[in-house]
């Protein structure tokens, strides 16, 4: 019923930012909450942040508190991260996912997922 597309990853040595953009379609994104986890090699899925559908709540895992921003644009149907201060850890595929209303940080909970986008951040 929606469609995400992530982009903006890359490369960037530690202390640098990135700005990561998930692109909506297919159904009124102003509809869903939406959240942002990554993964990286051998690691299992984890909650990054998650923002609510009207952009006036967020929630932020403890790991990038004071660094990372969600924002969303509902009128371009378009969510962002903006990360700064990033650390080698910080490497991962993010993913960006939608859900009707977010109840918990668990995976499982979100309904649709975008197809990731590669962070890598050396030392």
């Known amino acids: 019923q929606v469609q995400l597309v992530e982009s903006g990853g890359g490369l960037v040595q530690a202390g640098g930012s990135l700005r990561l953009s998930c692109a909506a379609s297919?159904?009124?994104?102003?509809?869903?909450?939406m959240g942002w986890f990554r993964q990286a090699p051998g690691k299992e899925r984890e909650f990054v942040t998650f923002?609510?559908?009207?952009?006036?709540?967020?929630y932020y895992a403890d790991f990038v508190k004071g660094r990372f921003t969600i924002s969303r644009d509902n009128a371009k149907n378009t969510v962002y991260l903006q990360m700064n201060s990033l650390k080698p850890e910080d490497t991962a595929v993010y993913y960006c996912a939608a859900a009707a209303r977010v109840s918990s940080v668990d995976p499982s909970d979100f309904g649709y997922w975008g197809q990731g986008t590669q962070v890598t951040v050396s030392s």
């Open positions: 923002i609510r559908r009207s952009g006036g709540n967020t």
């Open positions: 297919g159904r009124t994104f102003s509809s869903y909450d």
